[in-house]
């Protein structure tokens, strides 16, 4: 017994030892990271009531950063809970300014900024310093996207964005993709007139299924057949990984929570099976059936390039791509197809404009490729939902060395820098007293701006591929749904609110009465 207690002292006395001289390196880290950021510190100081209504708490963040990191976590994750953390990181940047860094618990430091300097420095000048960071982000998504376009960096990044390139042809844009559009825009507009009248749909729900149909059809030559299953496991799979992966990039600890399978990661191993095994499932059946029309797919396309160069296809990376490609195809359009639903059903004025311009350009008969480059109110008016709800919301970059952004705050290698999309939409510095207010005239007759000031395609060297499709679908399914279907809101408008994931879904869902216009 003696020598179990001298072994539990010795025991005792190194675990202090160890604790103490890691506390010393820790407040070591801390001391020089509120020289760092002793602006921000100050800010805290001085702005307390500031702080306390925009956390909504009754005191102010403690400005020694071993307690407020745990404080801005729980803050964080009090909103994310309230489904207000977009609104939060935006009332911040109105606190602070154009930049501020945002300290959570054993993560890296996040540095937010929201100015059309800083986000041209970081997506175009120091392009190649601002990553998605091998030892940072990258792990974090592997489990959903692993090495496909969206998670990779250097050569991988660039031969995948070369190949796919060339899907976004004109011929292939008014042929092959025009007609999986506009197919899915007249089964979903058939669907919702085929519901009893003044039945309750959720819109948000069909949307997804809508951009899931014809990415698949797009992307691998599959039909998903999702419009006609509205039960699909893998739709709620899709839309749970995107959220375990988000709160990777916020709750510490994450591999040993996803080792002991903790909190929201208890169910993350089915989530991904499913996806893969999917996306697997996808990839095999296209290469069985790799005809002339099917190579116009996006896998196709690589497929047929590995075919010649005489090298065999990486069946691994297939699949991830039809991973990366859904969230690309399917959520962000179906996204911003809800939002802006949402936004014109709180706007009768609007949506009669968008109605007589339809009517003006395509008459009773059915809609054409040619008729949407004459659509430009309803352009305007998804150029102004997306500036209030775009649908990557935030973007984080890791910094691979020391930099320097044009305001003069200082990144320290393996910062990460979030480019924050919502609360430059929000911004009244850049848009104007009424910037929280949905008004698509804004648009009419202007230029659209740098993609540098309204990021929501990205900009610099990973600009979305994809613009021109989903300004092509989202017009389409519009037009086509808002002449035939009168939608109205079932719920209250502030029953709707926003998910927690890598996009901006609809965590409410989007209820709307339904009845033939």
């Not at 390196?25 to 001391?31: C, E, L, Q, T």
């Not at 099917?294 to 075919?307: H, N, T």
């Not at 009768?348 to 009773?364: F, H, I, Q, S, T």
């Not at 009424?434 to 008004?439: G, I, V």
Request: glycine content about 6%.
């Amino acid at each position: 017994m003696a020598g179990f207690s001298l072994v539990s002292t010795r025991t005792r006395q190194a675990a202090l030892l160890s604790g103490l001289s890691l506390l010393a390196y820790f407040f070591k880290i801390v001391k020089g990271r509120q020289t760092r950021h002793a602006r921000m510190i100050r800010l805290f100081s001085e702005k307390e009531k500031e702080i306390a209504a925009v956390t909504g708490t009754n005191g102010c963040p403690s400005p020694k950063w071993l307690f407020g990191q745990w404080f801005a976590l729980l803050a964080f994750c009090k909103a994310i809970k309230e489904h207000r953390h977009l609104h939060m990181l935006s009332e911040l940047h109105e606190v602070f300014g154009g930049t501020f860094s945002m300290p959570l618990p054993f993560q890296a430091t996040y540095i937010a900024i929201n100015t059309e300097e800083n986000v041209e420095h970081v997506l175009k000048h120091k392009f190649d310093n601002y990553v998605k960071g091998e030892t940072y982000l990258l792990p974090r998504m592997m489990d959903l996207l692993g090495n496909g376009i969206f998670n990779s960096d250097g050569p991988t990044w660039y031969h995948q964005r070369k190949t796919s390139s060339h899907m976004f042809s004109q011929k292939k844009l008014t042929n092959h993709i025009w007609k999986a559009i506009d197919k899915n825009s007249n089964k979903v507009v058939n669907f919702l007139l085929s519901r009893p009248a003044g039945d309750t749909v959720d819109i948000f729900n069909v949307m997804n299924r809508f951009t899931l149909d014809t990415i698949g059809e797009v992307g691998f030559a599959r039909d998903i057949g999702s419009l006609d299953n509205a039960d699909s496991p893998f739709l709620k799979s899709f839309d749970r990984a995107q959220q375990i992966v988000f709160l990777r990039m916020v709750m510490p600890f994450w591999r040993l929570r996803r080792l002991l399978r903790l909190g929201e990661e208890h169910d993350a191993d089915h989530h991904f099976r499913l996806l893969k095994d999917y996306a697997l499932e996808t990839v095999r059946d296209l290469k069985d059936n790799l005809t002339t029309e099917r190579g116009d797919s996006f896998i196709g396309l690589f497929m047929q390039e590995a075919e010649k160069s005489g090298k065999p296809y990486d069946e691994k990376l297939m699949q991830e791509m039809v991973l990366n490609f859904l969230i690309a195809g399917r959520d962000t359009t179906a996204q911003s197809l809800s939002w802006t639903l949402y936004l014109l059903l709180g706007s009768p004025d609007v949506e009669r404009k968008v109605l007589a311009e339809v009517a003006e350009v395509c008459g009773d008969g059915p809609l054409q490729y040619e008729d949407l480059n004459r659509l430009t109110f309803l352009q305007c008016v998804i150029n102004e939902s997306l500036r209030l709800y775009p649908s990557v919301a935030i973007d984080v970059k890791k910094s691979l060395e020391d930099d320097m952004l044009p305001d003069g705050t200082f990144v320290e290698k393996d910062d990460c820098v979030v480019y924050n999309i919502f609360a430059m939409g929000r911004s009244k510095n850049i848009w104007g007293e009424d910037a929280d207010q949905f008004r698509p005239e804004r648009w009419i007759g202007k230029d659209f701006p740098s993609l540098y000031l309204f990021p929501v395609f990205n900009a610099g060297p990973r600009e979305c591929l994809g613009r021109r499709l989903a300004s092509v679908e989202m017009k389409a399914c519009l037009a086509s749904i808002l002449r035939s279907v009168k939608l109205t809101l079932a719920v209250p408008r502030d029953a709707i609110y926003y998910d927690a994931q890598l996009t901006i879904g609809m965590a409410s869902g989007l209820p709307c009465k339904v009845e033939r216009r």
